[in-house]
């Protein structure tokens, strides 16, 4: 039975990590993917927005010309005789004309009072512009009525091809005597503002206007199609809807991207293919113009596709490496003289890896804290979510499990295990400065603490350092997180090694006993002189240090060459510690003959643990509807599971939008909402005030796995009503949907 769980665990232990490296590489895969598109998207609206600004500009400078076109002639008709009016139009006309370079197609003014015209050119013939002038009257109305300048819609002209007019008023004495329209052709902007632009190898500028009239294209086929119907006509059985849902979001007159799947028009065989589209409105007419730039999904696909082949091989790497040690260890397991070996062979890792972090330590210890802050409240992050599967499934197959079964004791280990996880974890949070961080303080015996923590560290010892001890009986009881108090002592044995490296026979000496009415040296301002203290020393024979070390040993990053193992943040760690927990740390030490580091705790006086104690074992059931909401569908599924294990009626959503979609169904059919804090379409404190605002009943708990928000202030205003920490498990939902309902 043995031999077959010896050979299965292994297995199930490389799955296991298969699942989660896989997970994460696929993860970080998609995160790249998506910054290599937003980026590629954000450059393609940088030249929408620049060709809609030059088309813009374009038509204010055509209608600034026509303006002073029209101021010339207003003070030219006012100077001159009525007989030589026409002759003086006539020249104006010619004049500005020719200074357009063939920018303006054509040129016409109209008489207001006799209905005439004058145009230059002037081989337009009188009943061709009667014809077309009454396509404008809407135009020549509107400037008639506002005496304002106007800008018309693109119209399909006498030549066939895209014009549109820009009418400017002549007014004499508050008057209107005239109108100057002048005509511009589409294609000759197009030419001169969009053609030279290009998007990539194969990509390209287009313009259309608010209905889908395609005005400038680089195949001049396509100008004069409407996107959709023309091209269902000619193409027939092609799928449109995602050109449909795009020409919808165009439409709309807001800029934006989207990416898609359509065609190379036109083509003799077409086939669909990914696309890039950034589009922008421009107002360039009456109605704004949509300005588009298009470009191949293929081109930008080329990087992506790399680092998703380097994330497989570091992933396969991972893999080989975490199998290679747990082979490793087995073989250990079975056979003594493999373990002693693997044993020299993992602290020679050690060493070099303990060398490599002080090197590291060494180049980057000047950097800010806040940087390093981040960087591990980023680690805390990925670990939590992680993590709370582990918990979560562990405590539900505890729950299912007859305690008799050896399988029992191994997912015991498993979900403690996890649970210290999650406190170092908690540790690690504490230093990234995570305000909504909630350690978990309990009445300890110092005593049961130090034995456990002085046997591993005396384990781990080098073979000429030698481990005396000298404990009272009974140091009493202390207010503490047991993990924290397990690190600090383990934290001091590793110094002490260290400064003895060089020694031949190093002599650690750990004594504890109880203390009361003491002076301490160096106590925070915070703690009172007569409280009763279990005072734990360590004391070595080694290097030692000078003052001026002494005084920056607590420093985070401080190096210092007592050590080359050493970095220093150890010692800034252990002061923390002892500092939150209302204790004070001495240092005595003389170079060349050794150190010690005295630390002081409170003996714990008629302290109750933590609400959340009196009750660690007690399963809380409920039968309530809830509402689990997480991107990870696997915490999603196992918070799910685990619930309707305890009674609950409970659901879960992974997808942001789905959950916009089915919102009316969330209000109405659920009593508690639980929701992750951190997701892509909508966040959990976003989704907590639309919950709040459409039904206030409904209890909001939120779960984060690191977070600078201040949750405490979301619950104070009622955004929320509760708040967790990851890794969760049911049960621990459980009694805080218990203590809201």
């Known amino acids: 039975m043995g031999k077959i769980k010896l050979k299965v665990l292994p297995v199930i232990a490389i799955a296991f990590v298969i699942l989660v490296v896989g997970n994460i590489s696929y993860r970080s895969f998609l995160n790249y993917q998506n910054i290599i598109v937003e980026q590629q998207m954000e450059h393609l609206m940088t030249i929408s927005k620049s060709i809609g600004r030059s088309l813009e500009l374009y038509v204010q400078e055509k209608e600034k010309g026509l303006r002073d076109l029209g101021n010339n002639i207003e003070y030219r008709i006012k100077e001159q005789e009525n007989n030589l009016i026409d002759e003086v139009i006539l020249n104006s006309l010619e004049t500005f004309y020719l200074s357009q370079n063939k920018e303006i197609d054509n040129l016409i003014y109209i008489n207001i009072n006799d209905n005439s015209f004058h145009s230059y050119p002037e081989d337009m013939q009188e009943e061709k512009f009667i014809t077309e002038r009454d396509q404008f009257s809407k135009e020549i109305s509107y400037v008639k009525r506002t005496q304002e300048s106007y800008a018309g819609n693109p119209y399909l002209d006498r030549d066939n091809t895209f014009s549109f007019n820009i009418l400017e008023p002549v007014v004499v004495k508050d008057e209107i005597v005239g109108i100057i329209l002048g005509k511009i052709k589409v294609m000759n902007m197009y030419e001169l503002l969009v053609k030279p632009v290009k998007a990539g190898k194969f990509g390209y500028a287009m313009v259309k206007d608010k209905d889908g009239l395609i005005l400038m294209h680089p195949v001049k086929e396509q100008v004069g199609y409407d996107v959709i119907k023309s091209r269902m006509q000619k193409y027939p059985g092609l799928d449109y809807d995602d050109l449909e849902k795009l020409l919808e979001k165009q439409m709309s007159g807001v800029e934006g991207s989207y990416v898609y799947y359509s065609y190379w028009w036109p083509q003799d065989k077409l086939e669909k293919v990914k696309k890039l589209n950034a589009f922008s409105p421009a107002q360039v007419s009456e109605d704004f113009w949509i300005v588009a730039v298009v470009m191949s999904y293929d081109e930008i696909s080329e990087p992506i596709i790399n680092y998703l082949l380097s994330n497989i091989v570091i992933a396969i790497v991972v893999i080989m490496i975490f199998s ?27 060493k070099s890896t303990e060398e490599l972090r002080i090197k590291d330590a060494e180049l980057h210890h000047k950097r800010k804290l806040e940087t390093i802050g981040r960087l591990t409240g980023g680690i805390a992050h990925e ?44 540790q ?11 350690i978990k303080y309990e009445i300890i015996s110092i005593n049961k603490v130090l034995d456990d923590a002085i046997s591993f560290a005396e384990s ?14 009974n140091c009493g009881n202390v207010y503490a997180n047991e993990t924290q108090i397990h690190q600090v002592v383990l934290n001091l044995c590793t110094n002490a090694f260290n400064a003895m490296k060089e020694t031949d026979i190093g002599n650690l000496k750990i004594t504890a006993k109880n203390v009361k009415n003491k002076k301490l040296h160096n106590m925070e301002e915070n703690i009172a002189d007569k409280k009763e203290y279990v005072k734990i020393s360590f004391e070595d ?64 006086q008629n302290i109750e643990s933590d609400k959340e104690q009196v009750y660690e074992d007690e399963i809380l059931r409920g039968n309530e509807k809830v509402l689990v909401v997480d991107d990870d569908e696997f915490i999603a599924e196992m918070l799910e599971k685990g619930l309707v294990d305890l ?95």
């Open 541 to 604: 024979n080694g290097c030692g240090m000078d003052s001026e070390t002494q005084e920056k040993i607590f420093d985070p990053f401080f190096t210092q060459k007592l050590s080359r193992k050493s970095s220093g943040l150890g010692l800034a760690i252990v002061q923390g510690i002892i500092t939150k927990h209302g204790g004070s740390i001495e240092v005595y030490s003389e170079k060349g003959k050794g150190s010690r580091f005295d630390i002081y705790i409170p003996i714990a």
């Open 647 to 741: 009674g609950y009626k409970a659901e879960s959503m992974t997808d942001g939008i789905e959950i916009l979609k089915k919102f009316d169904y969330i209000k109405n059919n659920f009593k508690i909402v639980i929701t992750d804090l951190t997701m892509p379409e909508i966040n959990g404190i976003q989704l907590a005030k639309k919950i709040k605002e459409n039904n206030p009943e409904i209890k909001v708990i939120l779960m984060t796995a690191y977070s600078e928000e201040p949750l405490e202030e979301y619950m104070r205003l009622g955004i929320i009503d509760s708040y967790l920490i990851k890794p969760v498990s049911a049960a621990q939902i459980s009694r805080s949907i218990r203590e809201l309902v």
């Open 460 to 473: 781990v010892s080098p073979s000429n350092i030698k481990v005396k001890k000298n404990i009272d009986k």
């Open 324 to 350: 290679w040690v747990i082979f490793l260890s087995v073989r250990m397991i079975k056979n003594k003289e493999a373990y002693e070996m693997e044993t020299r062979y993992l602290k020679e890792i050690n």
């Open 383 to 426: 670990f939590n979510n992680v993590l709370t599967p582990i918990m979560g499934y562990s405590e539900m197959v505890l729950r299912n499990l007859d305690p008799e079964l050896d399988s029992y004791d191994y997912v015991k280990t498993i979900h403690k295990s996890s649970k210290r996880a999650q406190e170092i974890i908690d």
């Open 428 to 438: 690690i949070r504490m230093f990234s400065g995570d305000k909504n961080i909630k």
